[in-house]
């Protein structure tokens, strides 16, 4: 499988068939998850906010995941100087960035009516900050370089960097007195009549972002054979 | 339910709405860009001009 994913002309052929599939299982799973998700019953605390169980957790873990998987990209691409790589970390940051930024706003929806506060400094919400801006960040790195072997390295070493962000997201709720609750096991937490569509939600989003991650990294590299046929017509002429 | 009378709606169906449009951007954008892209590979090993 590796493989397959590490050479250029097998990754098109296995995308090509792959990323329509992904899309479609994305698609029932975020269907029914959202719309079983959405018939719950409110909750006895929460009220009718429970409904944003389907939405805002997930994406959270969804801007974590994107980023490993740029941080994960990036690696290889810096090490390996794989050029596959490069173009799937490229890929991911905007998917990441926007799975970010809407679990900061979903989130500050939500702790409005439970905590009476739209934002709050504290370290799980400044840490998710600090994810989104390391997004942002990448993203300027590599579009403010000319030369893409360059801006390729730079972002690539940002990325690998701000992995070490992660561990601290997810355990900022243990080790700091957050506004924010602590963590949860959802399979013993909740109420099965939650924990299903919150699971079914969960596999959808992430079969969503691997579908639409593989669609960019294919523009990726349809972009850089334009550049490189772009190039060489260029010299002819 | 979806009921947009709860006391609470202010607080849910915004956040859903822009999860939506968000989510749309990123649909739309992706298939736009490998669109683009594929299309003008594919016009520059057909040997047209730049």
């Known amino acids: 499988m590796f493989q397959v994913l590490a050479n250029p002309a097998k990754f098109m052929a296995f995308s090509k068939w792959a990323a329509p599939i992904i899309g479609v299982i994305a698609v029932v799973l975020l269907v029914w998850g959202l719309w079983v998700g959405f018939h719950v019953p409110d909750d006895y605390q929460q009220g009718r906010t429970v409904r944003l169980l389907f939405i805002h957790p997930q994406l959270a873990i969804l801007s974590m995941f994107a980023y490993a998987c740029l941080g994960g990209a990036a690696f290889f691409g810096v090490v390996f100087r794989h050029a596959l790589a490069d173009a799937a970390a490229r890929a991911a940051a905007p998917l990441g960035a926007a799975y970010t930024f809407l679990a900061l706003v979903t989130g500050s929806f939500w702790g409005r009516p439970m905590w009476g506060a739209w934002w709050a400094w504290d370290a799980r919400l400044t840490s998710e900050l600090v994810l989104f801006l390391l997004f942002l960040g990448y993203m300027t790195l590599v579009a403010a370089i000319d030369d893409e072997t360059k801006a390729n390295r730079a972002g690539g070493i940002l990325a690998m960097v701000g992995l070490i962000n992660l561990p601290i997201i997810h355990y900022s709720v243990n080790w700091w007195n957050t506004l924010h609750q602590g963590s949860s096991d959802f399979t013993s937490d909740l109420s099965p009549v939650y924990a299903l569509p919150f699971v079914v939600c969960l596999l959808g989003y992430i079969a969503m972002f691997g579908a639409l991650w593989l669609v960019r990294t294919r523009a990726e590299v349809w972009r850089r054979r334009a550049q490189a046929l772009a190039v060489r017509q260029a010299g002819r002429a | ?50």
């Not at chain 2, 607080?11 to 683009?36: E, N």
């Not at chain 2, 594929?38 to 040997?47: D, I, P, R």
């Open chain 2, 1 to 50: 339910m979806i009921d947009f009378s709860n006391k609470y709606a202010l607080y849910v169906w915004p956040p859903i709405a822009i999860t939506a449009l968000v989510l749309a951007w990123t649909l739309v954008d992706s298939l736009i860009r490998a669109r683009r892209w594929k299309k003008k590979a594919e016009s520059l090993e057909a040997g047209e001009p730049l």
